[in-house]
């Protein structure tokens, strides 16, 4: 419970001032080790369903280069499109979705599991976007000429098929397409702080909206920004890999509607 109030706090405190572009070369630093990645994520809920003991769902497939079972763990993003399984489920397997539930996983954990299936070929994960916020990242990645439609495909600029994934927006310098930092004050433990981060966000409505706050507030640090995507693996590949310092400030923002849950779920509990 205090873990996800504390996240309460951190994804609304965007509010805060946008700055100058984040990626810089100024310091060297060696690549995130994958722990610390994991903390990072660890405070972003996302939605399973499981059974009565709070054990995951998962299903089967078969994998075509050995014909072996893969155990496949499933993830949502959207805790209304877990609901919409889980009442699926209900329709199509009574006697497994009637005892069936929605609990909130952390995002830490979805991504450890797919980092495991790197390793172990019996074990998959699948992270499931909101359709609605998929659909706004093609719109927005052909809009800036990362994605072109060919022969009813999505290509990417280099030609090779679009592998799709969850999607999350960030606020970018138009001349760089780095993304932008903000500053804020965090309220922990009776105390003030103020903290420096690169948020990106799983909703692009709700970023748009803490865009237009800012550009009320300090219209000149916003003017010359513009929103681009990422997708999850690429930003998680990035944070384990890159070098720079800034990777350790890479906050994922889930949705108020999430995050209050997430809370609701841990207070009944």
């Known amino acids: 419970m205090k873990g996800l109030a504390r996240l309460g706090i951190l994804a609304g405190l965007v509010s805060g001032l946008w700055m100058a572009p984040a990626l810089t070369r100024q310091m060297t630093a060696f690549a995130l080790p994958q722990e610390q990645v994991l903390r990072q994520l660890n405070n972003v809920p996302v939605f399973m369903i499981t059974n009565q003991q709070g054990e995951p769902l998962t299903y089967e497939l078969e994998n075509p280069s050995n014909q072996k079972k893969v155990q496949v763990f499933t993830f949502f993003i959207n805790q209304q499109d877990a609901q919409t399984a889980l009442t699926g489920l209900k329709t199509n397997q009574p006697e497994v979705g009637n ?28 992270i499931i976007p909101s359709r609605q916020q998929f659909d706004t990242a093609v ?6 000429g990362d994605l072109v439609e060919r022969d009813g495909q999505l290509l990417t600029k280099e030609g090779q098929p679009f592998a799709g994934g969850t999607p999350l927006f960030y606020v970018a310098d138009i001349k760089t397409g780095g993304p932008i930092a903000v500053e804020a004050t965090v309220q922990e433990n009776g105390q003030s702080r103020t903290t420096r981060f690169v948020p990106f966000y799983f909703d692009n409505a709700q970023l748009q909206n803490e865009l237009r706050q800012a550009q009320e507030q300090r219209p000149e640090l ?9 997708m999850l693996d690429g930003l998680v590949s990035t944070m384990l890999t890159s070098d720079d310092p800034v990777a350790g400030q890479i906050q994922l923002v889930q949705t108020p509607e999430a995050i209050q849950f997430a809370i609701q779920q841990a207070e009944n509990q």
Not at 99 to 126: F, H, K, M
Not at 139 to 144: A, P, Q, R, S, T
Not at 222 to 230: G, K, N, P
């Open 139 to 144: 719109d927005l990645l052909k809009k800036n």
């Open 222 to 230: 916003v003017r010359d920004t513009t929103i681009r995507v990422i």
């Open 99 to 126: 005892v069936a539930r929605i609990s909130t996983a952390s995002l830490s954990g979805a991504v450890q599991v797919a980092l495991e299936s790197q390793e172990n070929a019996d074990i998959g994960v699948d």
